[in-house]
């Protein structure tokens, strides 16, 4: 007998992100020894805690750049499209399906705002915490 697939609906169905994402992911394996907590001390006076509309989470942030660090995926707009599609990246960044992705130009203005002496100072300690998290594991 020949099977024969139906189209597709769109009902609903009820399943996690972190289901989706395989154990062995590398970014699982990231996310489990990657405590991030100190970003939002390091951005606290960037961003007025009072007035203005709330900008992207500053962890979430640098989660997205951790995406595109060990994928080779420089461009933000590139970055975002790909969040967009791949399930263990929204799982990283905490993004679920019903979620919009925020757009490139919020991550440019968010970056602008953290200045390249925060951004990049922000971005050593977090690779330098990983690189040692992998030795310690060696």
């Not at 699982?28 to 390091?42: A, G, M, P, T």
């Not at 989660?63 to 967009?84: A, F, K, N, T, V």
């Amino acid at each position: 007998m020949q099977g024969r697939r139906e189209p597709h609906d769109e009902r609903p169905v009820t399943i996690t992100l972190a289901a989706l994402a395989p154990p062995t992911h590398l970014l699982r394996r990231i996310d489990s020894v990657l405590d991030l907590s100190f970003i939002y001390e390091v951005t606290k006076e960037l961003c007025c805690a009072d007035n203005g509309r709330p900008s992207i989470d500053p962890v979430v942030f640098f989660r997205m750049q951790l995406i595109g660090s060990p994928y080779g995926i420089r461009s933000e707009r590139r970055l975002c499209e790909e969040l967009h599609l791949n399930l263990a990246y929204r799982w990283f960044y905490r993004l679920l399906l019903d979620k919009e992705v925020p757009d490139h130009p919020s991550c440019t203005r968010i970056r602008d705002r953290f200045g390249l002496m925060v951004y990049q100072a922000t971005f050593d300690q977090i690779v330098t915490e990983l690189l040692g998290l992998i030795e310690l594991k060696k």
